[in-house]
């Protein structure tokens, strides 16, 4: 998969989750891709404060992003 297909990829999985984060006040970025394994997203509005957010980002985020994208190994959250 060329770096192009990936971010393809990625922004898919991310606008597969994306209404879930909205409808809490929510959304969700992408910053980068780093040497296709990591990815850098930023958590915006309500989910910046939500205690839940690391938990959204492992159960959510990350096991979305794999599902499109099985050569990520990490999503972090970059504020």
């Known amino acids: 998969m060329s770096s ?4 393809l990829n990625v ?3 991310l606008d ?4 879930f984060l909205q409808s809490d006040g929510g959304d969700i970025s992408l910053l980068s ?3 296709d394994k990591l ?3 930023q958590l915006q509005g309500a989910c910046t404060s939500c205690s839940v957010n690391q938990m ?6 990350e096991m979305t992003i794999k599902k ?3 050569q990520i190994e990490k999503v972090i959250n970059v504020e």
């Open 56 to 61: 959204t980002l492992k159960s959510g985020v």
């Open 33 to 35: 891709i780093e040497d």
């Open 11 to 13: 922004e898919k999985a």
């Open 68 to 70: 499109y994208a099985p």
């Open 16 to 19: 597969e989750i994306r209404p």
């Open 4 to 7: 192009e297909e990936l971010k």
């Open 39 to 41: 990815v850098k997203v």
